[in-house]
Nanobody, 115 residues
Framework: QVQLVESGGGVVQPGGSLRLSCVASGFTFSLHDMVWYRQTPRKERESVAFISRSGRVRNYSDFVKGRFTISRDNAKNTIYLQMNSLKPEDTAVYYC????????WGQGTRVTVSG
C-alpha cells in the first residue's frame, strides 16, 4: 500500500524559507520519478517540481524556478523541497506523489506565507 507522508510546512514571512519532506513507502521508491504538487482552495492541484528516479533530472514550474530546489535521498525513501524567497502566493497545501501518480495521496503539509 502506497503511503506518502509530507511534513515541514508552517507559517513564514515573505522572503523566508522552509524545507519540506516527503517520506514514501509501499513501493520501490528508487524506481519512481517523484513530483511535488500544491493546492489552494481557488486552484486545482498543480505541479511544482519534478525529480527523476536517479535525481539527475529536475524540472520546475515557472512560478518557483530559481527559488525552490527539489532533491531526494533514495536510501531514506524521501524527497525534499527547499523553498527560498517565499511569496504570499506560495501559500498552499503541498503534496508529493510518485510517477505514475498513485491514487493514495498523503495529508499534505500546509505552507502559509504571511507577514
Amino acid at each position: 500500500q502506497v503511503q506518502l507522508v509530507e511534513s515541514g510546512g508552517g507559517v513564514v514571512q515573505p522572503g523566508g524559507s522552509l524545507r519540506l519532506s516527503c517520506v514514501a513507502s509501499g513501493f520501490t521508491f528508487s524506481l519512481h520519478d517523484m513530483v511535488w504538487y500544491r493546492q489552494t482552495p481557488r486552484k486545482e492541484r498543480e505541479s511544482v517540481a519534478f525529480i527523476s528516479r536517479s535525481g539527475r533530472v529536475r524540472n520546475y514550474s515557472d512560478f518557483v524556478k530559481g527559488r525552490f530546489t527539489i532533491s531526494r535521498d533514495n536510501a531514506k525513501n524521501t524527497i525534499y523541497l527547499q523553498m527560498n524567497s517565499l511569496k504570499p502566493e506560495d501559500t498552499a497545501v503541498y503534496y508529493c506523489n510518485r510517477q505514475p501518480t498513485s491514487g493514495s495521496w498523503g495529508q499534505g503539509t500546509r505552507v502559509t506565507v504571511s507577514g
